[in-house]
């Protein structure tokens, strides 16, 4: 039970750190990543032109260009060799005028501010062009409004061919910190980025979620309730699980117990009656010892074994003189007559019975029959009888 309590207060433990780590990654995620960006002015410009890199501009000198046209090749090599030196070197990437697709688009004057959400609605619903593959910008037309309503130039270009050349500055291990486009007349660049376009969905998130915080906390907050009961209720089911199984254990112990018990007493039963048939002498034996022991004269009539002694009777012509004759066997300790001796006129001999007891036999034990100790086992075995 100690043990069990302390995995639940780990586990409840466990949770509340993952319910916290979870909301601060919530809140995280709602702060927009274009002002945890960089802001500086860039000191080198990399134009795309014809699917090639170009160096446009090296304000610090950094490069050592000197005014010399760098092949693509020697200019990311350049790249790479300032950025492992220079952390705070900034590089943009500019696109040309050509490459673009520049859309003019009315907006009303009232929603302004949320001009990059009806532009990129617009997109989808004005242009085959899909958020997925494009990356896009605006910038509004100089002068007033015009009936209410202000003209944007919405301007479009290939996610694609964007990201290959981003991909190939960071194989230099340089980053891009913005993407702006060359002015109409090639003498300058419009103050826009297309990367800002990818972070619009996480601004326009952090506006619809900045007053509701309190009812994401409510929210989690009752998430970690729910699953604090959970884990609770789990750890009493297993708790109850735990308790039927080693109860049933104890039952299947006991069962075995009992049957283990069981099988020794027959075991040592078992024993016992082996024991005491292996020390019963086999039948065929007493007869052959028998037979070479009583003379000429006599034969048996009627032969008996029961447990350790053996019950004999026949005619002989001096019945009296078989006693020492039986005696001095080595499987015979005693003879003892059973019934007197008679006289058999037709035969010409006299009738005996004695009953002789076995050596190496087991003792009659107090209480018991003559014949047999009793609970050694040889009771249970029938008596051997000899009729001629």
């Not at 002002?35 to 990399?46: D, F, K, L, N, Y």
């Not at 297309?194 to 619009?200: D, G, H, M, V």
């Not at 907050?221 to 699980?241: D, K, M, N, R, Y």
């Not at 003879?335 to 087991?362: C, I, M, N, Q």
């Amino acid at each position: 039970m100690a043990q069990l309590d302390q995995t639940l207060s780990q586990d409840l433990s466990g949770l509340a750190g993952r319910a916290f780590a979870w909301w601060t990654g919530e809140l995280k995620g709602l702060v927009p990543r274009r002002g945890a960006r960089r802001q500086s002015v860039p000191g080198i410009v990399i134009s795309l032109e014809d699917g090639r890199l170009w160096l446009v501009r090296d304000q610090r000198g950094l490069l050592g260009s000197g005014g010399e046209s760098l092949s693509e090749a020697q200019l990311l090599e350049r790249l790479a060799r300032q950025g492992r030196s220079d952390r705070s070197m900034s590089v943009r990437l500019r696109l040309p005028w050509h490459t673009c697709l520049v859309r003019p688009v009315s907006v009303p004057e009232r929603a302004a501010g949320d001009a990059a959400r009806i532009l990129a609605l617009d997109l989808e619903r004005g242009t085959p062009f899909s958020a997925t593959d494009v990356y896009q910008a605006h910038v509004r037309e100089p002068g007033p409004a015009r009936n209410g309503l202000a003209i944007y130039s919405h301007l479009i270009v290939k996610r694609a061919s964007v990201d290959a050349a981003i991909a190939r500055l960071a194989g230099a291990g340089v980053h891009a910190d913005a993407v702006d486009v060359a002015s109409a007349d090639g003498k300058g660049a419009l103050a826009i980025d297309f990367l800002a376009s990818r972070e619009a969905g996480t601004l326009a998130a952090a506006r619809r979620w900045r007053g509701t915080t309190a009812t994401l906390a409510g929210v989690v907050a009752l998430l970690a309730a729910g699953a604090v009961w959970q884990s609770f209720s789990q750890h009493e089911a297993a708790l109850a699980a735990i308790e039927a199984e080693t109860s049933a254990a104890k039952t299947r112990l006991k069962q075995a117990e009992a049957a283990e018990r069981a099988s020794a007493a027959g075991q040592v039963g078992a024993a016992a009656v082996h024991a005491a048939k292996m020390s019963r002498p086999a039948p065929a034996h007493l007869i052959e010892e028998l037979t070479r022991l009583l003379p000429d004269d006599a034969h048996l009539t009627d032969l008996s074994l029961d447990g350790g002694t053996l019950s004999i009777t026949g005619f002989a012509k001096s019945a009296s003189a078989l006693v020492p004759v039986l005696e001095r066997s080595d499987s015979f300790a005693e003879a003892a007559v059973l019934s007197p001796f008679t006289y058999d006129a037709e035969r010409g001999r006299e009738r005996f019975s004695y009953r002789l007891r076995l050596k190496h036999a087991p003792e009659p034990a107090p209480g018991s029959s003559a014949d047999a100790p009793a609970g050694d086992g040889a009771a249970d075995a029938p008596p051997l009888e000899v009729v001629p």
